[in-house]
């Protein structure tokens, strides 16, 4: 019997632990300019950058088929067990496509599929699947896996600041009313995941104080915090001095990671991030 672990092209892991621990990565798609992409497989997150901050586009991304999971999930062997951990239902239909590609192969496999709703993307997603590996590898079994990663999820903190709020609005992910308010005040909202939505967490007046409010708000949970990562797109830099600030509070391992394609075409080239549980 195996385990085995997919995921989706958002949950932005390292390629050497994707390698590694051979998981099975299922990639969203990017619509622009008439041309269709696979998130991380025929356009880097680099490549789509520099065409967002140099052409006047704004992609579309669309989630994987039933059909990309049915594919994995056909070549497993009987008693395998499979964890399927997706980005938010609440942001994507990912989660739909695996649940339905499940139902599609019941009869077909028998091995276990459990299809889970992280109800977070990027580095909440990704943390979810190397606690999921580091479970695996230490003889934990589904249920007790499966336990572990609820309880993270209830615990998991994803906060980040936009250097602009048009890609959301265009994307649909906060409203046309709340983009030209924050536009036209020249507001800089300091943006979290709450039950798997974008909501708006506080509202200041620059990009410094944005990024100062996110660490005001890690400082408090520092102490209790097991695994924190951040997340830039389009901004090592920024994401640099972040990590450097985050450390100031917090010594335990830290992930940095730039976000890939589909993230990037809703957040915007500038955005940084801190993620913690």
């Keep these: 019997m195996a385990q085995i672990i997919i995921t989706d092209s958002t949950s932005d892991l390292p390629l050497d632990f994707v390698e590694e621990n051979k998981i099975h990565i299922v990639p969203l798609n990017i619509h622009l300019q008439d041309s269709l992409y696979k998130d991380g497989v025929d356009i880097q997150p680099s490549e789509l950058y520099y065409r967002l901050r140099t052409e006047d586009i704004f992609p579309q991304t669309s989630q994987p088929s039933a059909g990309e999971f049915m594919e994995i999930y056909q070549t497993l062997k009987p008693d395998d067990e499979v964890l399927v951990l997706c980005l938010s239902s609440e942001l994507s239909g990912t989660y739909q496509s695996a649940e339905m590609a499940r139902d599609m192969v019941a009869e077909q496999i028998d091995a276990e599929i459990h299809v889970v709703d992280s109800r ?38 994803l906060i980040f600041a936009v250097d602009t709020l048009e890609y959301l609005a265009r994307g649909g992910r906060i409203s046309q009313l709340s983009k030209r308010l924050g536009n036209l005040l020249q507001l800089k909202p300091v943006l979290h995941l709450e039950e798997g939505r974008i909501e708006v967490l506080d509202k200041v007046r620059t990009r410094s104080k944005a990024v100062q409010r996110m660490l005001e708000i890690f400082y408090k949970e520092a102490s209790q915090a097991q695994q924190v990562g951040i997340l830039h797109i389009d901004a090592p830099t920024e994401g640099q001095q972040l990590a450097q600030k985050v450390q100031e509070y917090y010594h335990g391992p830290l992930l940095l990671a730039q976000c890939g394609a589909v993230i990037g075409s809703h957040a915007g080239p500038g955005t940084v991030g801190i993620c913690w549980y």
Excluded at 129 to 155: N, P, S, W
């Design 120 to 157: 977070s993307v990027s580095l909440g997603l990704g943390m979810q699947v190397i606690h999921a590996q580091k479970c695996f590898a230490e003889g934990k079994d589904m249920a007790q896996t499966l336990y572990e990663l609820a309880e993270i999820r209830r615990r998991m903190r």
